[in-house]
C-alpha cells in the first residue's frame, strides 16, 4: 500500500537540467525581457536560441462579498482581440511591495472593493516551457466597495458582481470562460477549504 505521506511524484535522476552555453536579452522593459539562450541538453542536442519570456510575478484575487458574490472583472484582452472576465489581478508595483500588498491594492484600484479577511492560496506555474514567473492566489472574504476604481491610463475595466452559484453554473456549461490560471485559483481554494474546514468556504460546494 502507497504511503499517504509520500509523495505520488518525485524528480527522476535521469532528466538533468540544460547546459546554457550563451546568453543575451533581445528585448527588456518594465513588463517583460526577452531572453535568447544557447543550450545543450543532456542527450547533446543544441537548441539556438531558446526563448524565455521573464515576467514579474503575478497575482489574482478571488473576492467574495457577504452575499455570496464573488467579484469579477472585464476588460478588452488584446492578446486574444476580445472582452476577458478575470478575477481582479496584476503584479507587484515595485520591488518592495508584497504579492498579498499587490493584491488587496489591485483590487481596491480595478474594483473600488476591499476586505479585511485575507488568506493566501498558494502559488502556481505560469508556463512552465516559455517563462519564468509564478501566480500568487489569494481569497479575500466579506468583501465590501469602499471607493471608485483607480484605473490606469490604459485600463477600462467594468467590475462585475457575480452570484456564487451562478458564477459556478456558468463555468460549468461554457456560459462564462475565464483565464486558466484563475481556473487554477479556485482548485486552490477547494484545497484550502478543505484543509481549514471553513464553514464559509465548504459552503461555497467547491
Given amino acids: 500500500?502507497?504511503?499517504?505521506?509520500?509523495?505520488?511524484?518525485?524528480?527522476?535522476?535521469?532528466?538533468?537540467p540544460w547546459q546554457v552555453l550563451e546568453s543575451k536579452y533581445s528585448y527588456r522593459d518594465r513588463w517583460l525581457a526577452v531572453r535568447s539562450d544557447t543550450v545543450r541538453v543532456p542527450n547533446g542536442t543544441i537548441l539556438s536560441p531558446y526563448?524565455?519570456?521573464?515576467?514579474?510575478?503575478?497575482?489574482?484575487?478571488i473576492a467574495l462579498t457577504s452575499e455570496r458574490e464573488i467579484v469579477l472583472i472585464e476588460e478588452y484582452r488584446h492578446g486574444i482581440e476580445r472582452n476577458s472576465f478575470e478575477l481582479p489581478c496584476g503584479t507587484p508595483d515595485h520591488e518592495g511591495e508584497s504579492v498579498l500588498e499587490a493584491t488587496k491594492r489591485e483590487l481596491r484600484e480595478e474594483t473600488g472593493y476591499a476586505a479585511d479577511e485575507w488568506h493566501a492560496l498558494g502559488s502556481s506555474t505560469a508556463n512552465t516551457a516559455r517563462q519564468n514567473n509564478r501566480v500568487h492566489a489569494f481569497v479575500a472574504l466579506d468583501a465590501r466597495k469602499v471607493a471608485e476604481p483607480e484605473l490606469d491610463r490604459g485600463e477600462m475595466i467594468s467590475t462585475h458582481l457575480v452570484p456564487w452559484d451562478r458564477f459556478l453554473a456558468d463555468l460549468a456549461d461554457g456560459t462564462l470562460e475565464i483565464p486558466g490560471l484563475h481556473l487554477a485559483a479556485l482548485w486552490q481554494l477547494k484545497v484550502f477549504a478543505k484543509q481549514t474546514r471553513d464553514p464559509r468556504l465548504l459552503a461555497l460546494g467547491l
Avoid at 500500500?1 to 538533468?16: F, H, L, N, R, Y
Fill in 1 to 16: 500500500m502507497a504511503d499517504p505521506k509520500k509523495p505520488a511524484t518525485t524528480p527522476s535522476a535521469g532528466i538533468a
Fill in 51 to 61: 526563448h524565455t519570456i521573464e515576467f514579474p510575478e503575478w497575482i489574482c484575487a
